[in-house]
């Protein structure tokens, strides 16, 4: 088995990349799309306030897999940063909901729609904020006992700032992939990509002069982070140039590439602090079956509305 | 060795009041959601057999149910995950540890609810009849599922049948409280549904006649409210006996809960079965919206006997409300209740000597779980009428003192030390204070009280 699946939480940490990487997509495609239909007043920004809230409900749905899966592969760590940041930590459910509440808004009200779409881009920065702030200090034990005793709510480590810019540019260019897709005028978003590309690049140099290393078997993944990002920004280049549909695709499947190396590259520094396995436990069958019966029951969903989208 | 996690402190708020006001919330939403599939659908097909306005009120309470239920329902739910984080990790990293692939499957069950449900009030204006029907039923069983699959899991808190860690999970899933709950959650989920579907129906813009015909079908979807007086007798039946004993007169506040919980269910079900149901009267929409909270009162007393009925455990034999495990209370009553704690005192400035910061770090350990010093269930207050001897006596002799609570987990200096801060606080926190050495009667007290 691949580095870092070759362990004992191998499924369970294949699990947790899986499904935080689709919770990135839609993630992406909420807060990015947020700040585009907050700038913009082209058709497709009109397009993407309507979808926001479902795109945020998919998100919230979808980040409830990552977030169990992160309590067996670091319960210790997640628990103790939670417990740490406390009220902080708290403080993202009530943002989720205004921000949830503020799309609604934005998609019935076009009195409304920009104060509302400001509202709830603010409560996601927040949300990506205080998780950024999360997994930094989940790493951090050294400094959890003295964190504590100051009664701080506020980890300021120096990787915090890069990491949130290397995000960022991402969710930019995840977005634009995802609305792309369903866009009559793609050159707009396609130097969103770009752009996007170009701010993670310069979040992940400044990531990198903070301290950030990759070494040993995670290299190969940032060499195919790398790898597919050239591929995907030469890819939207053809997208603004020409507009074809083909290069929409390439720019998809390396994003996707990248997207999946660069939430293993992520995890890389955390790999070796993977708690051993929790002891036996039953119920693996009920989920294989579960995922194969929904992936069934959500396909059947989308045949069954296919004819409705197209008319 | 215990694990230590850092505790954080809500002033005057007991911990278990933020915790059941996310989960009383999320609770209630959730079981309107799971009804209003079930309602849904039964609506759906009265409107494709020719009962007029039944499709109107389908998209209508639809977009009830996304706006509430996904919103807040959704969120809420992950806002109980938080708070358990905050207010007992180690119950909810036991119970993760146990039952992370049904919890896996019950998001697979989430999931697929949520497309289904989005997929409806996005598509339902350009779905053909039978796929309407069949995606309200997706939506609807999925909703059920979630609520089958998360039942068994907090069902096992009070019944687990077998200790945890072992890998039998479905012996632990279908536990002996698993049916009577959800059958009981189901009943309140449809008359949940039923009530708000009263009110949705009331701001329809329809004329009293055709209001009345369709509260008349949703009356009927409440129906199985009359099973809920034999469904909360089996549940008390199948649950430990002094878990019963503790409800049904073993302490007045429980009792009264339960009395809460009974009555408010009487209320709602008796209107909905005598004067809906029988007498087909006419419910406009103050009066719904009162049932509905009444509902939501029986709901709240209904999960706070849940929670109590646990007591001294947060999972019965697994693990104590103070995150403590039986097994682990020898070793500390050698080593005392805080030698391990790698957490400093957020506050250690406060206390005149060092034996009150022991005190303040033991309070911090085993009482800060389910009490506070000055605000709700404060020990202060609990304790004031003690004299002297008997505090000691009563806090090494604790699960004796009070059945419901868990055996001191400490020792003897540990007592001695919140003793000492107890006293310390009831004279209203002076600059100076004296140490007092423990005397051995209270190691005495702690090896009669044993460690169970």
């Known amino acids: 088995m691949m580095w870092p699946f070759d362990g004992d939480s191998g499924g369970v940490l294949a699990l947790y990349l899986a499904t935080l990487a689709v919770h990135a997509v839609f993630a992406s495609y909420v807060v990015a799309g947020s700040a585009y239909a907050l700038v913009r007043r082209d058709a497709t920004a009109h397009a993407v306030r309507t979808r926001l809230p479902f795109m945020l409900g998919c998100a919230i749905t979808a980040g409830v897999a990552p977030l169990l899966f992160v309590q067996l592969l670091h319960q210790r760590r997640f628990y103790t940063a939670h417990l740490l940041l406390g009220p902080r930590a708290l403080a993202i459910v009530p943002a989720l909901i205004v921000g949830f509440y503020a799309l609604y808004l934005a998609k019935a009200s076009d009195r409304w729609h920009r104060a509302a779409l400001a509202s709830a881009l603010a409560c996601f920065m927040f949300v990506a904020w205080s998780w950024s702030e999360l997994h930094e200090l989940m790493q951090a034990d050294p400094e959890w006992s003295a964190f504590y005793a100051a009664g701080d709510r506020f980890y300021t480590d120096a990787q915090l700032a890069p990491r949130l810019v290397v995000l960022a540019g991402a969710m930019a260019t995840i977005f634009a992939a995802v609305a792309a897709w369903f866009a009559a005028e793609r050159r707009p978003l396609a130097i969103v990509a770009l752009a996007g590309r170009a701010v993670s690049v310069a979040g992940a140099l400044w990531l990198w002069h903070a301290g950030f290393t990759v070494d040993g078997p995670a290299r190969g993944w940032l060499d195919l982070l790398a790898a597919a990002a050239v591929i995907d920004s030469i890819a939207w280049l053809v997208v603004a140039w020409r507009d074809q549909p083909s290069a929409l695709m390439v720019a998809t499947a390396a994003g996707a590439a990248a997207l999946l190396a660069a939430v293993v590259v992520r995890e890389a520094p955390r790999v070796a602090l ?19 019966l929904g992936a069934a029951a959500i396909a059947w969903v989308i045949r069954a509305i296919a004819p409705s989208r197209r008319r | 060795m215990v694990p230590h996690y850092p505790v954080n402190d809500f002033g005057p708020v007991m911990k278990g009041m933020v915790i059941g006001g996310v989960g009383i919330v999320h609770v209630f939403l959730a079981q309107f959601a799971i009804g209003g599939g079930l309602l849904l659908w039964y609506f759906e097909r009265l409107a494709q057999r020719g009962v007029p306005d039944a499709r109107r009120f389908v998209d209508g309470f639809f977009q009830v149910l996304v706006l509430v239920s996904f919103v807040l329902g959704a969120l809420t739910g992950v806002a109980i995950w938080f708070t358990t984080i905050q207010v007992g990790a180690r119950t909810i990293g036991l119970m993760i540890d146990e039952f992370h692939w049904l919890w896996a499957t019950e998001w697979v069950c989430f999931s697929v609810e949520v497309v289904a449900g989005y997929a409806f009030v996005r598509f339902k204006a350009q779905l053909d009849d039978r796929s309407r029907l069949r995606l309200l039923a997706l939506y609807a069983v999925a909703a059920w599922l979630s609520l089958f699959f998360i ?69 009927r979807f409440a129906a199985p409210i009359a099973a809920m007086p034999l469904l909360a007798l089996w549940y008390l039946a199948v649950i430990p006996e002094d878990s019963r004993g503790w409800l049904l007169g073993g302490s007045m506040p429980m009792l009264m809960f339960v009395g809460i919980a009974a009555a408010s269910s009487l209320l709602v079900g008796g209107y909905a079965i005598v004067a809906l149901i029988v007498r087909r009267l006419y419910v406009n929409g103050a009066t719904a919206t009162l049932l509905l909270a009444l509902a939501f009162g029986a709901t709240a007393a209904g999960e706070f006997v849940r929670e109590g009925a646990r007591k001294p455990y947060t999972v019965r034999g697994a693990l104590y409300s103070t995150s403590i495990a039986p097994n682990e209370v020898a070793a500390l009553r050698a080593s005392g209740a805080t030698a391990d704690d790698p957490y400093p005192l957020r506050d250690a400035a406060r206390y005149p000597n060092g034996q009150l910061a022991r005190g303040a770090k033991v309070y911090r350990a085993l009482c800060d779980a389910c009490h506070t010093m000055h605000g709700a269930n404060a020990v202060v207050e609990l304790s004031h009428t003690w004299t002297d001897d008997q505090l000691r006596l009563n806090i090494a002799k604790l699960q004796h003192t009070k059945s419901f609570m868990p055996p001191f987990a400490g020792n003897a200096d540990d007592v001695e030390a919140i003793a000492q801060l107890i006293e310390w606080e009831r004279a209203g926190a002076p600059h100076a204070w004296s140490e007092h050495a423990a005397s051995p009667e209270i190691a005495r007290w702690l090896d009669e009280a044993g460690i169970r």
Do not use: K
Not at chain 1, 274 to 292: L, Q
Not at chain 2, 201 to 209: C, K, P, S
């Open chain 1, 274 to 292: 993977i708690e051993p396995a929790h002891g036996p436990s039953g119920g693996v069958i009920a989920f294989a079956i579960a995922v194969v």
């Open chain 2, 151 to 219: 039942n068994g899991i907090l069902s096992w808190q009070l019944t687990p049948g077998t200790p945890p860690g072992e890998g039998r999970v479905w012996a632990g899933f279908f536990n002996a409280s698993f049916w009577p709950s959800l059958l009981y959650r189901t009943c309140v989920a449809m008359a949940l549904a039923a009530l708000a579907a009263c009110i949705v129906i009331n701001t329809m813009d329809l004329d009293r006649d055709r209001r009345a015909a369709l509260i008349r079908r949703a009356s």
